[in-house]
């Protein structure tokens, strides 16, 4: 296993939409396994594969705070939603930076596993935000294109003084 770096705002991957994974091969199985560690050791709940440089349809979650369910979802999709909500929302990409969103606080996603089956998981509440969270990633939606202009400004200000200094 390696951990992987994750790109942060500003970086190009994230903002172009995955491909879909045509293959489970040992390759994404090997990704997996270092998507969960990257995720793991930046203390977060879920990574999607354009966050770490990679343009696949493909993502990890694990909202457990024992760490001991993780979820490995190729070509993710949400199959339907209720009830939105409106939550702070934060990312790895964004380390530092949050903002509240408006989110499914229900929903039914299909995904294939690592075994090459399809699943349904019908997820609620920070499940189901991280899920929607994820899935958007993949098709390059990142949590500050909710956010009204004046709260997404101020961030990428933020963000610009800080790769200004360095620390970005």
């Known amino acids: 296993m390696a951990k992987l770096k994750i790109k942060k705002y500003g970086d190009p991957a994230l903002r172009k939409r995955a491909e879909a994974v045509s293959e489970i091969n040992e390759i994404i199985k090997e990704l997996a396994s270092d998507m969960l ?4 050791s930046a203390s977060g709940v879920g990574l999607a594969a354009p966050q770490v440089g990679i343009l696949l349809r493909f993502c990890v979650i694990d909202v457990d705070p024992n760490k001991k369910s993780p979820i490995v979802m190729i070509n993710p999709e ?13 990312c790895l990409s964004f380390p530092g930076f949050y903002g509240n969103v408006n989110r499914f606080e229900n929903i039914i996603a299909g995904y294939t596993d690592l075994n090459g089956n399809r699943q349904e998981i019908k997820a609620q509440n920070f499940l189901a ?31 610009k003084r800080k790769k200004k200094a360095g620390d970005w």
């Not at 929607?132 to 949590?143: N, T």
Request: proline share 2%; no cysteine; charged share 40%.
């Open 37 to 40: 560690e990257t995720m793991y």
């Open 78 to 90: 949400i199959i339907s939603g209720e009830n939105k909500i409106t939550a702070e929302e934060g």
């Open 129 to 159: 935000k991280a899920l929607q969270h994820e899935i958007d990633h993949l098709d390059a939606k990142l949590f500050i294109d909710y956010l009204p202009d004046w709260k997404r400004e101020s961030i990428e200000k933020k963000i």
